[in-house]
C-alpha cells in the first residue's frame, strides 16, 4: 500500500501559475508510473498528465498540453505538476495517483491508489 499526499493547490486568476506536489510514502511508488487526474463540480474524473517511473515518459491530455509539466523526484518520492498560463476551466480537485506498472497510463482505472486531492481554483 501507498499514501499520497498532495499540496499546493489554491486560489489564482487567469494567467498565473501553480505547483502542486504529491509526496508518496509505503509501497516504493518510485517504481511505478504515476499521474494527477482532476474532477470538476458536476463533471467525471479527467486525466491530466502521467509520468513513467523513471521520468522519461510524459503523457498530457490535449486541454493541458503546453501548459503543464509533469515531473518527478525519486529521491524525494515526489511528483510535481507545474501548471502555467491556468484558465477558469482549470478549476477543479486535482488527485495524484500511483499505478502497479512502469508505464504512464490515460486509464483512470490502472490506477490503484489515490491521494486525497487539492483543490485548484482560477479566478477570471
Known amino acids: 500500500q501507498v499514501q499520497l499526499v498532495e499540496s499546493g493547490g489554491g486560489l489564482v486568476q487567469a494567467g498565473g501559475s501553480l505547483r502542486l506536489s504529491c509526496a508518496t510514502s509505503?509501497?516504493?511508488?518510485?517504481?511505478?508510473?504515476m499521474g494527477w487526474f482532476r474532477q470538476a463540480p458536476g463533471k467525471q474524473n479527467e486525466f491530466v498528465a502521467a509520468?513513467?517511473?523513471?521520468?522519461?515518459?510524459?503523457s498530457y491530455a490535449d486541454s493541458v498540453k503546453g501548459r503543464f509539466t509533469i515531473s518527478r523526484d525519486n529521491a524525494k518520492n515526489t511528483v510535481y505538476l507545474q501548471m502555467n498560463s491556468l484558465k477558469p476551466e482549470d478549476t477543479a480537485v486535482y488527485y495524484c495517483?500511483?499505478?502497479?506498472?512502469?508505464?504512464?497510463?490515460?486509464?483512470?482505472?490502472?490506477?490503484?491508489?489515490w491521494g486525497q486531492g487539492t483543490q485548484v481554483t482560477v479566478s477570471s
Open positions: 509505503g509501497r516504493t511508488a518510485s517504481s511505478y508510473a
Open positions: 495517483a500511483v499505478t502497479k506498472d512502469y508505464d504512464p497510463s490515460l486509464d483512470i482505472y490502472e490506477y490503484d491508489s
Open positions: 509520468i513513467d517511473y523513471s521520468g522519461g515518459t510524459l
